[in-house]
């Protein structure tokens, strides 16, 4: 159920913020668009939501708060506002960050940055704090999933599960030089992995198992911002496919019985260009509860947070 206009007659959406997408306006634009939301995450603490997003506005990591899902804050604090030694001085771009509450009660961050080690590339690193709002603080001085031969890695998401918990991440092999394509060579692997960590959220342990992969051109060759929640006994992989920039840019699901492996991809897309006037929308963040979604979307030549309450049935979702 979107958030709509005040118009009950206008079956359009309403954004709740607008901004733009990976890069910047010009100093005289941002009294149009004070603040732009962009790949945002969800989690609920204490009947507050949190929607962490994409660096904007001085901010490393920006922080929107709501007590009903529907009328939103944008907090004028900085959840991550020192960088470790590992990420590149300019630009940062610390994007696509994701949260989580750990066992003994600290929050876990995972974000993507900049690389200083090779530029062209990102990788993913984790922040902790003892409060939801931060100051969120690196873990290590190092990244924590960052394999250049494969592109480097991006929009990480934790998941849990009767005790154990994982990270999702997408190998960023559209950074890969050597082909070509709307957001980079579409003839490169972009597979969304799982893989299990120690309760401390950044150990990683055992191996990591593939859920889906992009296929190909008509991806745009790439499938990137994986989030996961469990319904019954369906596992939901809500993911993204398609270039950013592009009305081919989408929200699709997966679903399997299995948490490793096995995803059969949803014959239609979530949400694409043209689903209620939507445009380019992508970077879906479900909640724990397996309800509450929120996702971006192009508005008014920016970008919006925007906000879902879906419905899971087995192997099928709706919004």
């Known amino acids: 159920m979107f958030r709509r206009t005040d118009d009950e007659d206008d079956d359009t959406f309403d954004p709740i913020f607008s901004g733009q997408e990976r890069g910047f306006w010009a100093q005289d634009e ?49 959840a991550l506002p020192d960088l470790p ?47 939801i709002e931060g100051p969120f603080e690196p873990c290590s001085d190092d990244p924590l999933i960052c394999d250049l031969s494969v592109g480097g890695a991006i929009d990480p998401a934790g998941y849990e599960e009767d005790g154990q918990r994982y990270i999702l991440w997408k190998v960023d092999g559209n950074a890969l030089p050597y082909g070509s394509g709307p957001c980079g060579p579409t003839n490169h692997t972009t597979p969304l992995y799982i893989q299990p960590v120690a309760a401390d959220g950044v150990t990683l342990q ?61 014959q239609n897309a979530l949400f694409q260009t043209g689903t209620q006037n939507l445009t380019a929308p992508g970077g879906a963040s479900i909640d724990r509860d397996a309800k509450h979604l929120v996702f971006h979307a192009n508005y008014n030549g920016g970008r919006a947070l925007w906000t879902d309450i879906v419905t899971i049935d087995g192997d099928q979702v709706s919004a």
């Open 206 to 266: 055992g191996s990591k198992s593939q859920l889906v992969d992009n296929q190909g051109s008509s991806d745009d060759g790439i499938v990137e911002a994986p989030s996961l929640t469990k319904c019954g006994s369906t596992y939901v992989l809500f993911f993204s496919s398609g270039c950013f920039t592009t009305t081919n840019y989408k929200v699709n699901y997966a679903t399997s019985t299995s948490l490793t492996g096995g995803f059969q991809r949803a």
């Open 30 to 78: 941002w009294d149009e668009f004070p603040c732009r939301i962009i790949d945002p995450s969800i989690i609920n603490v204490n009947d507050t939501w949190y929607s962490f997003s994409t660096n904007s506005g001085g901010r490393n990591i920006q922080i929107a708060t709501s007590d009903d899902f529907d009328t939103w804050t944008l907090l004028q604090t900085d």
């Open 85 to 131: 030694a590992w990420i590149s001085d300019q630009p940062t771009d610390v994007w696509a960050p994701d949260v989580s509450l750990l066992d003994n009660g600290y929050f876990i961050m995972y974000y993507t940055a900049r690389t200083d080690e090779d530029s062209r590339y990102h990788c993913v690193g984790a922040a902790t704090s003892q409060s």
